[in-house]
């Protein structure tokens, strides 16, 4: 699977909580016309956690979050993220 398709997997086809078709707000932010609610796709959820937490490491994120270590460590690569505990070789 190339980079650019693991990225568009990402997104949010439509919302968790209700199915219906979500707006894209921006930041891995989505609207829900159906419900009236924000959701987060798994950017979005570590994006808030990590400005709620700054200091947390990449095992606080995952747990916090419920996104996989290793699809956090993908956006570490891809520089969208730095975390503590996520070096350079992401061991």
Do not use: W
Not at 59 to 72: F, H, R
Request: charged share 30%; with cysteine; net charge positive.
């Amino acid at each position: 699977m190339d980079l650019d398709r693991l990225k568009l997997d990402r997104k949010l086809k439509g919302c968790p909580e209700c199915g219906h078709t979500v707006d894209y707000k921006g930041l891995g932010e989505y609207y829900c016309p159906g419900c009236k609610k924000i959701v987060y796709d798994d950017y979005g959820k570590v994006r808030v956690f990590i400005e709620e937490y700054p200091a947390a490491n990449i095992n606080q994120v995952a747990e916090g979050t419920g996104v996989d270590k290793s699809t956090i460590k993908e956006m570490v690569r891809e520089g969208k993220f730095v975390i503590r505990g996520a070096t350079n070789s992401l061991t």
